[in-house]
């Protein structure tokens, strides 16, 4: 069993930032690999918005580049993402991922709300 504990949303004006953590439990994030972050705004799907490989490298949704940024702290078996430059669009429940043994994990979402 994996499991994942986000925090770090809120209510933030367009052009705000705002750090999201998500730490992981029962497993280390070096042997899980490959963890994700997801987003779902009131009425849409599920999107994938970032992912950091177990390598490091990291890739983005087209619309968070430049302003989204994925990382992890393998000393304190947490993976963040940054988000500036916010804007009412990236209005959603923020969910943290991992896929481990075949089985897809997920945590029980932060939600960030931009608005002026």
């Known amino acids: 069993q994996v499991q994942l504990v986000e925090s770090g949303g809120g209510l933030v004006q367009p052009g705000g930032s705002l750090r999201l953590s998500c730490a992981v439990a029962?497993?280390?994030?070096?042997?899980?690999?490959?963890m994700n972050w997801y987003r779902q705004a009131p009425g849409k799907q599920r999107e994938l918005v970032a992912t950091?490989?177990?390598?490091?490298?990291?890739r983005y949704v087209d619309s968070v580049k430049g302003r989204f940024a994925i990382s992890r702290d393998t000393a304190k078996n947490t993976v963040y993402l940054q988000l500036n430059s916010l804007k009412p669009d990236d209005t959603a429940v923020y969910y943290c991922?991992?896929?481990?043994?075949?089985?897809?994990?997920w945590g029980q979402g932060t939600q960030v709300t931009v608005s002026s």
């Open positions: 029962s497993e280390t994030i070096f042997s899980i690999g490959t």
């Open positions: 950091i490989l177990s390598g490091g490298s990291v």
């Open positions: 991922n991992a896929v481990y043994a075949w089985t897809n994990y």
